[in-house]
Structure formats: C-alpha cells, structure tokens
C-alpha cells in the first residue's frame, strides 16, 4: 500500500532549499535580463543537475523532493543537458553567432 511516492506536503523537500533555488533563478532571471544568456543557460543548467544529482545521492534524505527518486534525477539531470545540448546547437546551425 505504501509503494506509491508520497505527494503531501510532510513528505516533500525542505523549504530553505527550495528558498536558495529559487534565489538562484531569480539570479538567473537578471543574468539573462542583462543579455547574459549564455551564462544564464549555463547556471540554470547546473542548478538542474545539481539538484538531480542530489536527488539521486541523498535518495529520501534529500532536500529537493518533488515526485520519485528516478522521476527527480532524471528530470534534472536530463533538463541541465537538454538545456545545454540544445543553446550551443544554435551555435552549430549558425556560427556567425560566435562573432559579434
């Protein structure tokens, strides 16, 4: 019966982690406001598979909870790569972006 992951508030992660993240995207948010969107794909991108791998190292004692371990790491880890595999693609496609 209790093979189901948990979804009440008592079983998710701790609120002074989920405070920094939010810091951090918020950071994140004027980097790339300021036209820094290189740096800001980059630090969302590590916010997201640090908090994946956390999950994933720390297991149930981990700060960052939001569904199952595999569903938390995976999502993390699979959007920082995604998100990064997927910037420096346009660089790919079109290379005069390089030079401004």
Do not use: C, Q
């Amino acid at each position: 019966m209790h093979n189901h992951p948990f979804v009440s508030e008592a079983h998710e992660g701790k609120p002074w982690f989920e405070w920094i993240i939010l810091a951090i995207v918020a950071i994140i948010t004027v980097v790339a406001g300021l036209g820094y969107t290189m740096a800001a794909t980059v630090l969302l991108s590590v916010t997201a598979i640090v908090t994946g791998l956390i999950r994933l190292i720390m297991r149930e004692k981990s700060p960052w909870k939001v569904r199952s371990v595999a569903f938390d790491s995976f999502i993390g880890i699979a959007l920082g790569i995604g998100l990064l595999v997927t910037y420096f693609s346009f660089f790919g496609l079109f290379p005069a972006n390089l030079i401004h």
